[in-house]
């Protein structure tokens, strides 16, 4: 039993010292509040960071499913500003509470679903961002293969050995590989020192962009006719194309909203998470798409067929003996993209993971571990696989939406209208029965009760999404489905709180940690001395979020 103890204890993660069995199964080092020199991120590096999430491949096509809807190109262009303008508020109203108190998602998601309530929620995003890991990875071998090509044309020839069960080929699996492969290193930083590695997307991505718009109109001898394409769709029809297109956007972001506290968490100040996401979002996702629309129109000019994923369209390029400059040009833009890929999935999909598989198994796993365990995941789970039947594995990731914003509705209802600003930081951390947190037996049942609402509102919508028939009604819910998920899930739990009331209901918005864990914690260091985090502000501020929003 001593050898099996001692391999035990060298697979555990660093935590506090003398911690008992109980504590060790919901905390370690990864999901104790931020320290402050840990919280280096500033404004710019929020912009950063969602310029390395908006410049990928799925956001520069997110158009074309619109505008083969029937649209012009500026009604779509106007559901992207509708869809991640609408998108945005949502994920910096779920951010606050990281910025403030500097925890991450699974530790805010305590406060409403309760200490152990909450690992269905996190065990939820975590599956999301793995398999995600995995289709984006997958995406990205597709950037290296034309990197390849434009390097060594002889990959061409490379002969297939892989079996024909396996669905894919060893073109296609090699270049899988070494993106994989290559994006193993980033994970590696933690959170507060990867930001340095998006730094370089926003010199990278809009010079690849530019260069590549260029070519293209050059190449096209004009824009090409889709900016001259009008709608075919009027009244009605356009009306709620539009919706189902703005809608289609907030789905994409959905997984940012719910954790959003992760990156949030790492913020300098409250601010720096704050305004620069306000802007950021929408501007970026509309900026990208944008030029994602006049390349496919110069592409249909060229091809006679318009070529909305950019990667097939640099592909082209290199067909028929391309020039020296043809190739060095497809190689610097493909090695953008496939590194705006690999940002992509650090930001969206490695870091949550990390931080949801923390909290699922403190005992054993990090952020840094878990991330490994989400490369590892996606690249078992076969991702090529999926994506053969794109149409369909889109419907059933669209509608993973409704559970997530389900989630969210409880977290922000939690936050801003039940306790109102108010944290119970050392109760985060406890498990006993007068803890703010434990509700009944470590689960909310007021918020299961909410979440499983907000999920019901859509179910009869998504039969008919996955090919069923359904009343038109439920259709148009189905529709609306972040909405209508966020609002009633938002609804009942303020609802049962009404008839239920929690420990430490507030009745004024003030942000604040009543147990004044963080005094304590850095006090015991020799690291604070009284008063530092009232002069600093750390977590307390003047003004309500809400308002500034509205």
């Known amino acids: 039993m001593g050898f099996i103890n001692r391999i035990i204890q060298s697979l555990e993660v660093t935590h506090e010292p ?7 199964l919901i905390t370690n080092d990864d999901l104790l509040p931020v320290e402050p020199e840990k919280r280096t991120w500033r404004g710019y590096n929020y912009v950063a960071f969602w310029m390395a999430d908006m410049f990928n491949i799925n956001m520069w096509m997110i158009v074309s499913s619109m505008i083969q809807l029937g649209m012009s190109w500026w009604q779509a262009w106007i559901c992207v500003w509708l869809g991640y303008g609408i998108v945005t ?11 403030i108190f500097h925890v991450t998602f699974p530790i805010v998601n305590r406060t409403s679903f309760g200490m152990f309530g909450s690992l269905w929620c996190v065990f939820n995003r975590a599956a999301m961002a793995c398999i995600w890991y995995g289709v984006q990875a997958s995406i990205g071998g597709s ?19 892989m079996p024909a069960s396996s669905g894919t080929n060893t073109q296609d699996f090699l270049c899988f590989f070494l993106f994989w492969l290559i994006s193993l290193p980033v994970i590696w930083f933690p959170m507060h020192k990867v930001r340095h590695f998006f730094l370089a997307i926003p010199i990278i991505m809009p010079t690849a962009s530019i260069t590549f718009l260029i070519w293209c109109i050059v190449k096209a001898h004009g824009i090409g006719p889709i900016v001259h394409q009008p709608s075919t769709l009027h009244g009605s029809k356009l009306g ?86 043809t190739r060095f040009g497809v190689w610097f833009i493909s090695t953008s993209f496939m590194i705006a890929q690999m940002s992509t999935n650090i930001s ?29 995941i996606g690249f078992a789970m076969c991702p090529w696989n999926l994506l053969k039947n794109s149409n369909e594995f889109t419907s059933y990731l669209s509608a993973y939406s409704v559970f997530l914003s389900s989630i969210a509705g409880v977290m922000v209802t939690e936050y801003y209208i039940i306790r109102k600003g108010h944290y119970n930081v050392k109760d985060l951390y406890n498990i006993e029965k007068d803890s703010w947190y434990w509700y009944t037996y470590g689960i909310n049942f007021r918020a299961y009760a909410a979440y499983i609402a907000g999920i019901l509102i859509n179910v009869v919508g998504f039969a008919g999404a996955t090919g069923r028939t359904v009343p038109l009604a439920a259709t148009r819910i189905y529709d609306l489905s972040f909405f209508t998920g966020f609002g009633v899930s938002a609804l009942v739990y303020w609802a049962l709180n009404r008839v239920f009331p929690v420990v430490g209901a507030a009745d004024t918005f003030k942000e604040i940690d009543v147990s004044g864990y963080e005094c304590e914690r850095l006090g015991a260091k020799g690291n604070l001395k009284m008063g530092t985090l009232e002069k600093k502000h750390w977590y307390r501020v003047w003004w309500n979020p809400v308002r500034i929003l509205l």
Do not use: H
């Open 18 to 24: 003398n911690l008992a069995f109980s504590e060790q």
């Open 240 to 325: 709620w194309a539009m919706v189902i297109s703005s809608m289609s956007c907030i789905a994409n972001k959905v997984t940012l909203v719910t954790n959003a506290p992760d990156f949030a968490s790492r913020a300098r100040t409250p601010s720096a998470a704050l305004y620069p996401q306000l802007f950021a979002i929408p501007l970026t996702a509309s900026l990208v798409c944008l030029v994602g629309i006049l390349v496919s129109s110069s592409s249909q000019a060229i091809y006679g067929t318009a070529i909305w994923s950019p990667i097939e369209l640099l592909g082209n390029f290199l067909n028929d003996n391309p020039s020296k400059a």
């Open 143 to 161: 950037c290296v293969l034309v990197m390849l090509r434009a390097m060594w044309p002889s990959i061409n020839d490379l002969p297939n050995s």
């Open 89 to 99: 508020p949502f994920i910096v109203l779920n951010a606050r509470p990281g910025a």
């Open 348 to 376: 969206a999909n490695s870091v949550s993971a990390g931080c949801d598989l923390t909290a699922l198994f403190p005992r054993f796993i990090n952020i840094r571990r878990g991330g490994y365990i989400a490369a590892t």
